[in-house]
């Protein structure tokens, strides 16, 4: 079984290892998950009731199982350190200065996907100011770039039902996606 990287910040561990099928980036670290270690903890956040119900874990995981998402080929991982209250305390500026070490991270560690849980970390990094929900037309780290709705109970723009959709959609093309990391160039060989 893959192993949890260096810790990201005291208390909470990033949880990836080489050639995950994906890696979910939230926005940074509640005080709660930091304090307590373990990531999405808090009794309003969906996070784990929508990746089982989406079919990404065949059971539903407590924050205190974080670890066990390696054994399905999935990790963890925050845009900003830095925990805070609420995401509305993270500035423009923290997820663009926190760009060059996430996007290193994932060329790391080469996941398929990196899936940016709401739109604000995705945006700033990338300067873009109108972002799409699901696949992204450039890559991020090299990986496959997917942005989900944010699964916080804050966000009440999304309904259990619409989350559970939109990370479907992300499940659906990660087992479409072919096994080989798709910014690998394939050597074939000719006839000579």
């Known amino acids: 079984m893959p192993s949890a990287s260096p810790r990201a910040t005291p208390g909470l561990p990033d949880l990836l290892a080489q050639d995950l ?11 709660a998950a930091a ?18 119900l989406s079919g990404f874990t065949p059971t539903l995981l407590s924050p205190r199982e974080d670890a066990r998402l390696l054994e399905f080929g999935y990790g963890l991982t925050t845009a900003v350190a830095r925990a805070t209250a609420g995401a509305q305390d993270l500035s423009r500026q923290e997820f663009v200065a926190a760009r060059s070490g ?3 991270k994932i060329g790391r560690v080469q996941p398929r996907f990196i899936a940016f849980l709401g739109k ?12 799409g929900w699901g696949l992204q037309p450039e890559t991020f780290g090299e990986a496959l770039a997917w942005v989900l709705p944010n699964p916080s109970g804050l966000n009440r723009g999304f309904s259990l039902d619409a989350l559970v959709a939109a990370y479907r959609d992300l499940r659906q093309a990660v ?18």
Not at 21 to 31: A, E, I, M, T, Y
Not at 39 to 48: A, D, L, P
Not at 120 to 131: E, L, V
Not at 175 to 189: G, Y
């Open 21 to 31: 099928k994906v890696v979910f980036c939230g926005l940074n670290p509640g005080l």
């Open 35 to 52: 304090t307590v270690g373990h990531h999405f903890e808090g009794r309003s956040n969906r996070f784990w009731r929508v990746l089982h």
């Open 102 to 104: 996430l996007e290193a």
């Open 120 to 131: 604000a970390a995705y945006a700033a990094m990338t300067g873009q100011s109108r972002i």
């Open 175 to 192: 087992d479409a996606a072919p096994l080989a990391n798709p910014r690998t160039p394939r050597m074939e060989s000719t006839p000579s």
